[in-house]
């Protein structure tokens, strides 16, 4: 019964594979187009805002570069996960693919994808890349392989995708400071609640928000960011894991990660967390912050940037919060969450597939990515319509055309955005850009102190450490049990408390979980990582703050960033 139910799901498999890539035309295409020229089928995993590949002019002048046609099969982000895993069970992915596979996937499937890194004499711009951002080659390379080339965004991304925001509005109506501890945070919020700071004569305020934490983990607008307080230098991993001076620890066991659960409970019993906090989703967390007009109802939360989480019409309302002193350990050497290593190198943005049929086209496609022309393009959307070409190297990223969307939906619209491979400021290039593109910049200012703690190239896990495939599979399989306990007991004593009578058995439940051997892989693949950063004569804090990256505020608002 066993085997025969197992066959039955393998046929149904099989079938769907079939069916999945005579839809996306993986298969069966002819090598050249009726003029001769190569044709090269490119998948690209799209924002759901962005017009069809044909409809942006700048793809145009990309199939110029590689002197071929382009087949574009396009597939939204929400839908890529299933079409995915059906591609590589039938071993069948695109010559091309932009923004559809990472290091999970090369353990298993990497026969599928070409080593650019043996490739890099014919992507002469790829490969000066790497020459002049050596950080970028390392973030690229799996077990001394490259399958996937970078987005290089240096000098235009942040330290951190999350911030803590508070209504500046708010403390000046009420008379309050800015809070600088854990215990005057909590006077501040419950102030918030009690004293009609929005003025509309109604208890509609939210002290704190924040997005409801995953059941698989940590993300990135989540309070845990609050353990910087304790020097504990949270980065973009989910479960737990950080660096302290090159060895990998763990918070979830940690008696300051106890506090930190305490102080929560704390908030929650004074009513100033969002009852919603645990279960509402993305939307309804965004909505909620945009208030009613120029009402506020959200009095502090994790975000990007203030225009982008409470609209233009509320956001000169609100600052960026510095990190608190804890009050039980005012002396700690504080932090802030930094995940600035993926933010600025991000690793396989683009990958080809080890049988495309016109390899060396699809080569002279992806290197046309680096080039200053595309790259900008890719990233910001097509000259004359979203980048104006003012010279040779010289960029400037124009307001939307449409009044109805903002600078961010815009570029979503017309680009890639934060999906596309390139290096895109680099060596000559002059880029200038409006207010809301660089608004993180001034935003970070707050946290400066905070990131001078962590040292880059000792103090993170950073984003492209990756796990051979035995190792990933074991790690998964630990992860499980271990993020599910994590996460289901957070919110059980944010809400309920009890933790003191139960935190024993907590730990003693992880441990059986295998966390002692989950930090053991997690330090194995960090040293890997490493010692490629040392081959490649890497100083992250350097090179992430290069002195030859020029920022100029502008006097008609917008700023100048050059290298």
């Known amino acids: 019964m066993h085997r025969s139910s197992h066959s039955k799901a393998t046929a149904a498999l ?26 090269v089928t490119v998948q690209v995993i799209k924002d759901a805002r962005a017009k069809p590949m044909d409809e942006m002019p700048w793809t145009k002048d990309l199939a110029e570069a590689c002197g071929c046609t382009i087949k574009w099969e396009e597939t939204a982000q929400s839908s890529w996960t299933q079409q995915k895993q059906a591609s590589l069970a039938a071993s069948e992915v695109a010559d091309v693919t932009i923004g559809g596979y990472g290091a999970g996937d090369w353990g298993d499937y990497g026969s599928l994808f070409l080593d650019l890194g043996a490739e890099l004499d014919s992507l002469p711009n790829l490969a000066s890349t790497f020459e002049k951002s050596p950080y970028a080659k390392v973030a690229s390379t799996w077990d ?62 939210i002290p704190l928000d924040f997005l409801a934490p995953s059941t698989d983990g940590w993300g990135w607008f989540n309070p845990n960011v609050l353990l910087g307080s304790f020097g504990i ?12 001076d090159g060895t990998v620890k763990n918070y979830l066991t940690d008696p300051q990660y106890k506090e930190f659960i305490q102080y929560m409970n704390e908030l929650w019993d004074a009513g100033v967390i969002s009852k919603d906090a645990f279960t509402h989703d993305f939307s309804k967390y965004s ?10 109802t959200v009095g502090a939360t994790f975000w990007w940037t203030p225009s982008d989480m409470f609209g233009s019409q509320l956001a000169s309302q609100y600052m960026t919060l510095p ?18 290593d993926v933010l600025n190198y991000n690793p396989n943005k683009i990958s080809v597939a080890a049988s495309a049929k016109n390899k060396d086209a699809a080569l002279k496609l992806v290197d046309a990515f680096y080039t ?32 109805t969307k903002n600078a961010s939906d815009w570029q979503f619209q017309n680009s890639l955005s934060d999906g596309a491979p390139g290096w895109f400021v680099q060596p000559g290039v002059k880029l200038t850009l409006p207010s809301e593109q660089f608004e993180v910049r001034n935003v970070e200012t707050a946290y400066a102190p905070d990131f001078a703690n962590i040292d880059l190239n000792k103090d993170v896990i950073y984003g492209g450490v990756s796990f051979t495939a035995d190792e990933n599979r074991q790690y998964s399989l630990n992860n499980t049990g271990i993020s599910q306990t994590a996460m289901s007991k957070f919110a059980q004593w944010v809400t309920k408390g009890g933790i003191d009578g139960e935190w024993d058995s907590y730990v003693a439940d992880l441990q059986k979980n295998n966390l002692d051997q989950q930090i053991e892989l997690q330090q194995a693949a960090y040293d890997r990582y490493v010692a490629v950063m040392q081959q490649n004569d890497v100083d992250l804090n350097t090179e992430l703050n290069d002195p030859s990256l020029q920022f100029v505020e502008n006097a008609d608002g917008t700023a100048t960033i050059s290298r």
């Not at 500046?168 to 009609?196: C, N, R, Y």
């Open 14 to 39: 099989a079938v769907g594979v079939v069916g999945l890539l005579a839809l996306t035309g993986c298969t069966g295409d002819s090598g050249t187009d009726a003029s001769g020229k190569p044709i």
């Open 144 to 205: 001394d392989k490259i399958y996937g080339a970078p987005g290089v965004n240096a000098g235009i991304m942040a330290n951190s995708s999350a911030h803590l925001f508070i209504n500046k509005q708010w403390l000046d109506t009420l008379g309050l400071p800015v809070p600088t501890t854990w215990d005057e945070f909590k006077t501040t919020l419950e102030a918030f609640k009690t004293g009609d700071p929005n003025g509309n004569g109604q208890a509609d305020e």
């Open 233 to 244: 230098s949270v980065t973009g991993g989910g479960n737990g894991m950080y660096a302290d």
């Open 287 to 296: 909505s909620t912050a945009k208030g009613e007009g120029d009402t506020a």
């Open 323 to 340: 990190s608190l002193t804890a009050d039980s350990d005012p002396g700690a050497k504080k932090t802030w969450f930094f995940n600035g």
């Open 372 to 403: 200053p022309d595309i790259g900008i393009q890719a990233r910001y959307g097509s000259f004359d319509v979203a980048v104006q070409k003012n010279g040779d190297k010289d960029y400037t990223v124009l307001p939307p055309a449409d009044a």
